[in-house]
């Protein structure tokens, strides 16, 4: 609001007495707002210590929930049923469990057995899902929150739909004269007008008078209605970046799987059917070389084929005729194939032969083909009849997945036909080698594309010698090249129908791996689909979480090349043997398609003579759940004869080999390479292995290992690691106690069984990453086992605990290595978060809860489930028996074994912390890297004891012994530790340890004794402050602190901690609220301020002892913001964005919804107010003036110790002096200062913030109880209440409304230029203009925002944030966006307006009332005058009625710039488009005259006021309605006429006269609507207007000022700064008339050398104007002050229009006021600009580079004109304007106007013959003119500016001859010279002036010749003695001078006119003349050709000479006609003869 708020209460001409102006600065002088808060002494202990927090516990004894009245209740202490515990059942996939039952199982798989089974174990904390850790605020909870909201009504929003009244289209066409002349329009007519009106509807008890409490009240209830209960939920959601405490709940443990894809085989279809083929499928990865997928068989044959294998067929089980499956993929790439392999039963004859009729026949020739056919189906019969049990490799194929899921990606593909494909490798599409090296992650996946049936038509035959693996990577490498050799060889045709897509989520008839059938499962008659299992590419780190046990073989190749005998067609048979004996074969083989479920022998595929085959086959087994010695794998090879010959066997075995599956109690796995037997193996042959060389045996090949093959299990039962494995073993030893035990080659005894057991556990850390992952649930609970319950050896307890505590810190350490990149933001491994939160149980007790469990709930599943485990209830009651804490002992029951075992049981958490405190560096690094794992059991364990111990009731301080506590206390202290001194060498460490603390302390306030806890936060708190001092980067420091507090106070109860029904310091009353307001209004000034209520109020120590967290959280954001603090920005985010999270989890917590608890929970922030006003000065400026920032604390506060005035307005003191009144118009230091201040002020904050900042402010202010905000305020000295005022004035900036449009205008260029050049101005201008002006400035800008700066905040901020996306947003998200802010914006205004009410109210009593009241007035003021909803303006207009009434000497006898922003404000409103604002503003402005008349008997003031606002507003708002006003004018004669009170008085005579008035004022307005478009129009009306103000000083100067306005935004400058001159004349004049000061300028004639056109501003006499008359004069303006504002700004816009030599003029008035204010820093910039100035005038002396503007004189001809037909003017155009370009622009605006066909513009200068027009149309006539000076005139004129700068005369020429022709031959060629002069100088306030007087002057032609001749003359001089010489320009014009020229050059001039001696004597004296001028001409030729001779090089030799030449026969030419004499020249001249050549020839008469 520009210089208005830093004025001081009085800039009128009052006299104050010296002495009370001194007693008020020194009682001032008292408040100092900026003592330093970090030590303030009132607070007793400083900021940057913590409090000694309150004994929580005994706190709440004494003061139990039932004392609190309803709902205050629950605020107390945290609710009974905090804590849960809940037995979740584990998922489960399978609707079988498939868990082993009915064997007897070794101990280490019934433990894993039994995990498997077990339930989760959860800790719930009921009321955790409030917190803002698990229910954060985002933008989209925010927007559901934000539904139902009522659209608020807003001015421009409505503004644009009725933008053309109805009177723009028809007057517009009528044409408007000039309006100098014409006089105001008749009153008589206007007054009629207005009567005729209909008014809005009245206020109904608007007359009637009640009394101020009543009225008040009465206000509150209205503000009350109706209002959002969140204030929050209408801001930003909360900062998500910030949001360090937000964690989710784990996911609980699933199995892992990758991508899913499901696969399904339609159809197979070959050229001719035979035979049955089997297919199977598999994925293989080419990168890897690796095969990533079990294998899946299928079998598409039709029934008859099947048939043909009835022979050897069971029934086929439903699971093997699946045809469809699913595969997963972990790691997608781009090198996946999915390969196909066909088989067919075997049969005599090599894959060749058998292949050979598949590719030759077709079966379009099957009729030829018949018989061959027949002879192939028949021989195809006996092979499936005696062979159908073997099979032979056939053919393969491969489809490459990358194709399918690229191009199913892309839309555009047709799949209505099936999309019919061609195979993989032809439709591939060239790949780049970037491509290829994608890493695959990323470069590919397999989920979301779109499903494709593909066709695959080309199989290769498999060749016999390359089955194997290797080969087949080999061929899918080569298909992926372009040039495949594949695609050579001739292919088997066939079709087979696949679909490919992403796996649904729960697909139907899903089996498992395993079999199981997965759910949903609806019908187990449906054909199933296969999950087919993953063998991931790479590692996978996911922990088992299901049984699975399985075993797959794989048969690689076979030697028999030595084996002697008939070995050709070699079949492998593979057995598991759980015995010896044949029968001992297990069903465990899984079958393969169309067959039986599980088989006990499965076969390989048979290479037809082939001695050394190779094998593709995989066997997958079922293990047995107890896999023990005897168990065994047995491969049988056989010789399959495929001709049957009589005495031959069908298969004859020739060889036996075997794999014992356990060593040393491990399962077996890996390659092997076998020696086969070729004899059947002796007995007990199955516990050796056939490595062994057993007696009597005969082998082949001597004992080699001749047969490859691999084992690999996928099992959860044994961990295939040794690490792992011996660690499991021994731990099940010790717990089966059966000794002795053989490991591995040592036998274990109880004597080295510990020893061992240490050892294993240190090797722990050596197990490879994958299986640890996948057992880490089964080592961590065997190692929390290890330290609860220490093994007992021979009796000994033997104590592990470091040990195993040592073995968990490195598990975890390796889990989450392993799991890196699965961390959540706080580094937390989701798996081992998973442990926790659902896995991890005390082990020995089962959490079925004991009888007489308290009411804790459990899921009725668990109970329905009644688990056949014991319910260990002893040893959950003796768990209270504690190693660690004998005191705690119960009698045992009975003693002997088991008792001591349970005496050695430990408590886990106590263990845990004392080994952590204990453990050694080593580990103490492992476990810091990863403390929030340790912390997070710890807290399990400890809600486990309290759970289970049934101890929730016990009081929290006997809940767990001191000594846990002591340990705790020394683990934090040390963590802390770590933090401080890490986080300058590891920062991400340290974060995370901060935040695993903070969540720990976190959530040990639900478990333990909180007064514990938070005095350890005490404790850590100053650890921190004792390292900060020392830090080298304290911010990194602060930053932790930050985060640490913000989790902190994360906690569900946090209000409740802070304990906040608790008054202070116990006070005399129960409850701080206060009972009658009125009794305590009057405390403001006479007693003393109540401690306890500024205690709440303020960080004071009692404050920060009971509310401990929230001030905490306070003290935070106090010291981030102080002004000194390091790292400012950062933390200042970081502490607001806490307090703002908090704030808004209070507005959505259904526990707070009701007023009175929310208002408890208010005053955990009351301080915030006060941390926010001491911050105010650094807070981002919302309001438009740049560098200026606390208007009204500063207004109350006089502390501006020399720092001398910052914002442009003249130094306090000298201020005072001027003004006379009380207080000095100092304001505070503002940021941008310069080093002095800006160090004081510390670091501004950013606009985000700050905005931010103020919404918590408003929050605390909406819910704070009223009572208790007026207690406070009536205690606050006046510079802390000015400064109050001054935050919610920036509050009320910082929320206002941008309207709708602001989107869609922010980019339009017209509002970039508009700020451009106003920001040029603010920047030149050091002073700032009025509240009036700004507004006038901000209506003009029409811009969505109101200055440069808001932009820049408005677009980092609110919604403009997403600007770069604003395109995407739809129009129903934009609208929603203009709905919230519109309701934002509403209700942070009447938040304020209800704060405002309560100081009002506070300050009614005291003695500065009136300086606070003025505060208040322009805080009302300012909401008035930004943009606001109707809803608003209804209450706000309410509250400024109150006030007004209540004081209205606020108004009418102080500062009269109050009483012009409040009318300005009204008037705006009485036009506003909403009715409800008009009725509201006509009200407000009848009730604020009838007090004027009532307080003086006239109205004067509010008269002057409300003419010149409406003046203002009318100059200057182009969207101003007055049909709307005029209806307000009607409201406001309908009140005075119905006001009975005032019938007797003159009153509603008055108010009848400035109604009309103000009709007249608008009447001139829709003229000015009329010519929006038309400039000149425009600025001539405004002219008029402020002319017809000659007599009202006021008024005229705001019209000036309108006028300087619209011509800035013109872009004339000079104009602009011309009317800033008059203004300050027309100032100057009535303060010369007030008192004669020297330093002042003497009226207007101080200001002649700027411009002589300002004497016109001396027309006002002593008579018309008498200084003291009330209302007159009165503005700020009339000042000295403002003198000085208006001076500057014309230097400013003289700087900007480049006119330099005018700054210095300027400033030649203003340096002697700046000088006897002795204002020397004013002096230092003025001289400063003036050196910019003159500096700029040195480097642009030629005048080019400032062009100062073009003239043209503009005719009008025409009845349309109106006024201005006949009429004729100088436009002065911006500068190298073309005639064009106005000739244009003026047809183009007249057409447009009058329409098609009617404008014409005259093309040349002649004389304008009316006669000749058509009187229907119109015509313009324009020419170009140029300045003319006399000669003696130029003597002064010298420099390029003197010449363009105040100019009067101009001057044209036109050519023409007798006959009418423009041009013709010389001795006919005349000229006219036309010379205009102008009523004033240009520049003037105006752009186009009247021409006022014109002459004529017509030439001869010999005069023509005359002046022809000395142009040529001149320009040859000119380029002769030009310095430097320009060697071109002079060659130029001699040429143009003595070339042989044909027409009308000088020799033919010659010869025309001095041919002959003139008969008419009177023309002697040209002749003589002309011949003179050619003999000049020739002397001056010769010097031309001197010089040119000089300047040329050798290559214009020739040139020269030529040029001589010509000049030479030139002169010879003249000679004769120059030497011819007149005698009569000799003779005197007659009398009567004269110059022609001066002005008084042919002279026309004067115009």
């Not at 101990?107 to 800790?123: K, L, S």
């Not at 079922?622 to 495929?642: D, E, I, K, M, Q």
């Not at 109210?1401 to 930004?1426: D, F, I, N, P």
Request: with cysteine.
């Amino acid at each position: 609001m520009a210089a208005a708020e830093r004025r001081a209460f009085a800039h009128k001409i009052n006299r104050t007495v010296a002495a009370e102006v001194r007693k008020q600065v020194s009682r001032e002088r008292s408040g100092s707002p900026h003592s330093s808060r970090r030590c303030s002494s009132s607070l007793g202990v400083p900021l940057t210590e913590v409090v000694e927090p309150l004994d929580f516990e005994d706190v709440l004894q004494s003061r139990p929930p039932e004392a609190e009245p309803g709902p205050l209740r629950d605020l107390v202490e945290f609710p009974a049923d905090d804590l849960e515990l809940l037995l979740q059942p584990r998922e489960c996939r399978t609707t079988e469990p498939g868990i082993p039952e009915d064997e007897k199982l070794d101990a280490q798989v019934r433990t894993a057995v039994e995990m498997y089974a077990e339930d989760w174990v959860i800790i719930h904390r009921r009321y955790q899902y409030l917190s803002t850790a698990y229910s954060p605020i985002t933008t989209e909870t925010q927007r559901e929150r934000q539904k139902g909201l009522p659209r608020q009504v807003f001015e421009q929003d409505t503004s644009g739909d009725e933008r053309s009244g109805p009177e723009d289209l028809d007057d517009s066409r009528r044409g408007s004269g000039s309006p100098e002349d014409t006089p105001r329009s008749s009153g008589a007519s206007s007054i009629f007008d207005l009567r005729n009106l209909t008014a809005d509807s009245l206020l109904p008890s608007l007359l009637e008078r009640a009394a101020p409490e009543d009225v008040d009240r009465h206000n509150e209830a209205l503000r009350r209605q109706h209002r959002p209960p969140a204030l929050l939920t209408l801001y930003l959601a909360p900062d998500e970046d910030e949001a360090v405490e937000r964690c989710s709940r784990p996911e609980p443990p699933r199995e892992h799987f990758g991508q899913r894809i499901l696969v399904k085989c339609l159809s197979l279809k070959f050229e001719i059917e035979i035979e049955p083929i089997f297919g199977i499928l598999a994925l293989y990865d080419v990168r890897e070389k690796k095969k990533i997928s079990e294998n899946f068989y299928f079998d598409l044959n039709s029934d008859s084929m099947k048939g043909l294998l009835r022979a050897h067929g069971t029934h086929p089980a439903i699971s093997t005729l699946a045809r469809s499956a699913i595969f997963s993929v972990t790691y997608p790439s781009p090198d996946i194939f999915l390969v196909i392999k066909l088989e067919k039963v075997l049969q005599q004859g090599d894959i060749s032969e058998c292949c050979e009729p598949y590719m030759v026949m077709k079966e379009v020739d099957a009729a030829k083909n018949k018989e061959k056919l027949e002879k192939l189906r028949l021989a195809a019969e006996q092979f499936c009849t005696r062979l159908g049990r073997y099979r032979m490799p056939f053919a393969w194929t491969a489809v490459h997945l990358a194709n399918i899921v690229s191009s199913a990606g892309q839309l555009d593909r047709d799949l209505d036909s099936e999309g019919e494909r061609r195979p993989a490798w032809t439709d591939r599409r060239r790949r780049g080698p970037q491509d290829r090296a994608s890493s695959g992650d990323d470069a590919c996946s397999f989920s979301g594309f779109r499903p494709a049936t593909l066709t695959v038509t080309n199989f290769f035959k498999q060749e016999a010698e390359r089955l194997s693996d290797e080969d087949l990577f080999k061929f899918l490498a080569d298909m992926r090249r372009p040039s495949s050799l594949l695609r050579r060889l001739r292919p088997v045709t066939a079709q087979l129908k696949i679909d490919i897509s992403p796996a649904p989520e729960n697909p139907h008839f899903c089996l498992s791996p395993e079999l199981l059938h997965i759910k949903p499962y609806p019908d187990p008659r449906g054909r199933p689909t296969k999950e087919i299992l993953e063998f991931p590419a790479r590692e996978v780190y996911s922990p088992h979480t299901s049984y699975r046990n399985l075993l797959y073989v794989y048969p690689h190749s076979l030697n028999f090349s030595s084996r002697q005998g008939s070995v050709r067609n070699l079949a492998v048979r593979v057995q598991y043997m759980t015995g010896e004996d044949p029968s001992q074969a297990l069903p465990a083989i899984f079958g393969k398609s169309s067959c039986s479920e599980f088989t006990r022998e499965a076969f390989t595929p048979v290479v037809y003579h082939n001695k050394s085959p190779e094998f593709y086959e995989e066997f997958k087994l079922r293990l047995p759940a107890c896999v023990t010695g005897n168990h065994h794998l047995l491969f049988t090879f056989y010789h399959v004869s495929c001709q049957p010959r009589p005495g031959t066997a069908l298969e004859t075995p020739v060889g036996f080999t075997w794999i014992p599956l356990l060593q040393h109690g491990r399962l077996r796995t890996g390659p092997f390479c076998l020696p086969v037997s070729v004899d059947q193996p002796p007995p007990s042959y199955s516990v050796l292995t056939p490595d062994v060389a057993l007696p009597g045996m005969r082998w082949v090949d001597g004992h080699k290992g001749v047969f490859s093959v691999e084992l690999t299990a996928v099992s959860s039962v044994h961990p295939q690691d040794p690490h792992l494995d011996k660690f499991f073993t021994l731990v099940h030893v010790l717990e089966e106690g059966a000794f002795p035990f053989r490991l591995r080659d040592a036998v274990l005894s109880e004597g080295n069984v510990e020893q061992e057991l240490r050892a294993s556990l240190a090797a722990l850390r050596l197990a490879s990453p994958e299986p640890l992952v996948a057992f880490s649930h089964h080592v961590l609970d065997k190692l929390v086992r290890l330290v609860v319950r220490p093994p007992i050896i021979s009796g000994q307890i033997v104590n592990l605990g470091r040990g195993a505590f040592e073995a968990m810190a490195h598990v975890v350490s390796l889990v989450h290595r392993s799991l890196e990149a699965a961390q959540d933001a706080h580094g937390h491994c989701p798996q081992l978060a998973a442990y926790i939160h659902y896995a991890f149980r005390l082990p020995g007790t089962e959490p079925s809860l004991p009888s007489g469990a308290p009411p804790v709930t459990v899921q009725a599943a668990t109970l329905a489930r009644g688990s056949g485990r014991p319910a260990s209830l002893y040893l959950a009651r003796s768990k209270s028996i504690s190693s660690s804490n004998p005191d705690l002992a119960v009698a045992p029951g009975s003693v002997d074994d088991e008792v001591s075992r349970i005496l050695a049981s430990k408590l886990l958490h106590e263990e845990l912390a004392l080994q952590w405190v204990v453990s050694s560096s080593a580990v103490r690094e492992a476990i810091l890297q990863h403390a929030w794992f340790f912390f997070q059991l710890m807290v399990k364990s400890m809600a486990l004891h309290l759970l289970l111990g049934q101890r929730l009731d016990t009081p929290r301080k006997l809940r767990f012994p001191g000594r846990f506590l002591d340990d705790i206390t020394a683990l934090v202290g040390s963590v802390g530790l770590e933090i401080i001194t890490r986080v300058h060498k590891d920062v991400e460490l340290a974060e995370r340890l901060n935040a695993s603390l903070a969540f720990f302390f976190s959530d040990l306030l639900s478990l333990v004794d909180r007064g514990f806890i938070f005095n350890l936060v005490r404790g850590h708190y100053k650890q921190v402050a004792t390292r900060l001092q020392s830090s080298p980067n304290p911010a990194a420091l602060l930053t932790l602190r930050m985060e640490f507090t913000r989790i902190l106070c994360s906690h569900e109860h946090y209000v409740t901690l802070n304990l906040p029904c608790c008054p202070l310091s116990p006070p005399a009353s129960p409850s701080p609220s206060v009972s009658s307001t009125t009794s305590q209004s009057s405390t403001f000034s006479s007693q003393a301020p109540d401690p306890k209520v500024t205690s709440m109020f303020e960080l004071s120590g009692p404050f920060r002892q009971q509310h401990f967290l929230s001030g905490l959280l306070l003290t935070e954001l106090a010291l981030a913001l102080d002004p000194e603090a390091e790292g400012a920005s950062l933390l200042h985010k970081k502490a607001i964005s806490a307090v703002h999270s908090l704030l808004c989890s209070h507005d959505t917590d259904p526990r707070y919804t009701e007023a009175t608890v929310k208002a408890r929970v208010a005053e955990l922030y009351l301080p915030l107010l006060s941390i926010a006003r001491d911050t105010l000065p650094r807070l981002h400026d919302f309001a438009e003036v740049p560098g200026q920032r606390s208007r009204l604390a500063s207004m109350l506060d006089s502390d501006t110790e020399g720092e001398g005035d910052i914002s442009g307005t003249i130094n306090p003191s000298v201020a005072m002096a001027i003004a006379g009144g009380p207080l000095a118009p100092g304001s505070r230091a503002s940021i941008s200062q310069g080093p002095s201040t800006a160090s004081r002020a510390g670091c501004a904050l950013s606009a985000e913030s700050s905005r931010t900042l103020l919404a918590c402010v408003l929050w605390v202010l909406k819910n704070a109880e009223p009572a208790l905000l007026q207690r406070w305020a009536t205690d606050l000295t006046l510079p802390q209440l000015g400064r109050l005022l001054d935050l919610l004035y920036l509050c009320l900036a910082a929320f206002e409304y941008k309207g709708k449009k602001a989107f869609e205008r922010i980019n339009s260029l017209t509002f970039k230029k508009s700020l451009d050049m106003k920001a040029r101005l603010e920047e030149a201008i050091l002073g700032t203009i009025g509240a009036r002006q700004e507004m006038v400035r901000r209506s003009r800008e029409r811009s969505p925002f109101g200055n440069p700066e808001n932009v820049r905040w408005r677009k980092s901020i609110t919604h403009w944030k997403q600007t770069s996306d604003r395109v995407d947003k739809t129009k129903d998200e934009m609208e929603h966006e203009a709905l919230v802010e519109g309701n934002l914006a509403t209700e942070a205004s009447l938040v304020v307006l209800d704060t405002l009410e309560i100081i009002v109210q506070t300050v009614m009593l005291s003695e500065a009332r009136e300086s606070v009241l003025g505060a208040v007035l322009k805080v009302v003021l300012y909401s008035l005058g930004s943009a606001q909803s109707a809803l608003f303006l209804q209450h706000g207009l309410a509250t400024q009625r109150a006030l007004v009434s209540k004081f209205p000497e606020l108004l009418f006898e102080e500062d009269t710039e109050l009483c012009a922003d409040l009318c300005l404000r009204l008037l705006r409103h009485c036009g506003s488009r909403i009715s409800t604002i008009r009725t509201h503003a006509s009200a407000s402005l009848y009730l604020l005259m009838r007090q004027n008349f009532e307080i003086g008997h006239n109205f004067a003031r509010v008269k002057m006021q409300v003419t010149m606002s409406l003046s203002s507003l009318v100059g200057t708002t182009q969207n101003f309605s007055e049909e709307h006003l005029r209806r307000s004018l009607k409201t406001i004669l309908t009140y005075a006429e119905e006001d009975v009170g005032l019938r007797d008085s003159t009153f509603a005579e008055q108010v009848q006269d400035l109604m009309f008035n103000l009709h007249m004022i608008l009447t001139d307005t829709v003229k000015m609507k009329e010519h929006q478009e038309d400039p000149e129009m425009l600025i001539d009306l405004m002219y008029r207007i402020a002319r017809g103000y000659q007599g009202s000083p006021d008024l005229r100067l705001t019209w000036l000022q309108n006028m300087a306005g619209k011509h800035a935004e013109l872009g004339n400058h000079a104009e602009a700064a011309q009317c800033m001159v008059h203004a300050a004349a027309l100032v100057a004049e009535y303060l010369a008339l007030l008192e004669d000061r020297r330093h002042l300028p003497v009226g207007c004639v101080s200001f002649q050398n700027i411009s002589s056109n300002v004497l016109e501003e001396s027309a006002i006499s002593d008579d018309i104007l008498s200084p003291d008359e009330e209302g007159f004069c009165s503005g700020k303006h009339f000042t000295e002050l403002g003198l000085v504002g208006l001076l500057e700004e014309a230097a400013a816009y003289f700087t900007m229009g480049g006119l330099y030599e005018a700054v210095n003029e300027v400033y030649k008035n203003l340096i002697p006021i700046l000088e006897a204010h002795r204002d020397y820093k004013r002096l230092a910039v003025v001289h400063g600009k003036l050196q910019e100035a003159f500096t700029k005038i040195m480097h642009q002396s030629s005048g080019w580079e400032r062009v100062f503007g073009t003239y043209f004189r503009v005719g009008f001809y025409g009845a349309r004109f109106g006024d201005l037909d006949e009429q004729e003017f100088v436009y002065k155009e911006p500068s190298i304007t073309k005639l064009a370009e106005i000739s244009h622009r003026l047809e183009e605006f007249y057409t447009e106007r009058f329409g098609d066909d009617v404008v014409e513009i005259i093309k040349d200068s002649n004389p304008v013959d009316k006669s000749k027009l058509d009187s229907q149309k119109a015509y313009i006539q324009i020419t170009y003119v140029e300045p003319y000076f006399d000669t003696y005139e130029l003597k002064d004129r010298v420099t390029y500016f003197d010449r363009n700068y105040g100019l009067r005369t101009f001057l044209f020429c036109t050519p023409f001859t007798p006959d009418g022709r423009a041009h013709g031959e010389l001795p006919e060629q005349h000229k006219r010279k036309t010379l205009l002069s102008t009523d004033h100088a240009f520049p003037y306030i105006k752009t186009r002036i009247r021409v006022c007087h014109r002459e004529e002057t017509v030439l001869t032609p010999v005069e023509v010749a005359i002046e022809d001749m000395q142009k040529k003359t001149r320009e040859l001089a000119f380029a002769t003695e030009q310095d430097p010489p320009d060697a071109k320009m002079l060659q130029m014009v001699l040429q143009g001078s003595v070339g042989p020229t044909v027409n009308q050059g000088p020799l033919e001039v010659a010869q025309v006119f001095l041919a002959e001696i003139p008969e008419d004597p009177k023309l002697f004296r040209h002749h003589n003349k002309l011949r003179l001028c050619f003999k000049d001409f020739c002397k001056k030729c010769e010097d031309a050709l001197r010089k040119n001779k000089a300047l040329i090089g050798q290559d214009q030799k020739e040139y020269h000479r030529e040029l001589e030449r010509n000049y030479c026969r030139l002169r010879e030419a003249l000679q004769p006609l120059l030497t011819q004499r007149l005698p009569q020249l000799l003779a005197p001249a007659p009398p009567g003869l004269r110059n022609s050549l001066n002005r008084a020839s042919f002279r026309k008469a004067d115009l």
